[in-house]
């Protein structure tokens, strides 16, 4: 089993930046990639990015290449969602989710076992 809580949400101007921690209990956090997604209301929940198990590759979303940066530490069992210039569009819940693989279908909702309970993140014009 694998638990994650994120926090570090909260209410931010446009052109500010905001850093999202994911942190984890259970063994096997460091053998599994992690993603980053979120979801406005009325919205399907979409991908932002996703770092291999061991922190060597990432990816992310063609909306937040540039801006967002993900990074993980395996002996803390920590992962973290780096957001810099924030624009209104960037409001959501944002989630943290552990998967099985890396590759491919990272983007995708269905590559992940496991989901914390989400952190609001408001970015006002």
């Known amino acids: 089993q694998v638990q994650l809580v994120e926090s570090g949400g909260g209410l931010v101007q446009a052109g500010g930046s905001l850093r999202l921690s994911c942190a984890s209990s259970?063994?096997?956090?460091?053998?599994?990639?992690m993603g980053w997604f979120r979801q406005a209301p009325g919205k399907e929940r979409e991908f932002v990015a996703a770092?291999?198990?061991?922190?060597?590759?990432?990816y992310y979303a063609d909306s937040v290449k540039g801006r967002f940066t993900i990074s993980r530490d395996n002996s803390r069992n920590l992962a973290w969602l780096q957001m810099n210039s924030l624009k209104p569009e960037d409001t959501a819940v944002y989630y943290c989710?552990?998967?099985?693989?890396?590759?491919?279908?990272?983007?995708?909702?269905?590559?992940?076992?496991?989901w914390g309970q989400g952190t609001q993140v408001t970015v006002s014009s």
């Open positions: 259970g063994r096997t956090f460091n053998r599994r990639p």
């Open positions: 989710a552990a998967g099985k693989f890396y590759g491919d279908s990272s983007n995708y909702t269905t590559s992940y076992d496991y």
């Open positions: 770092i291999s198990w061991n922190g060597g590759s990432s």
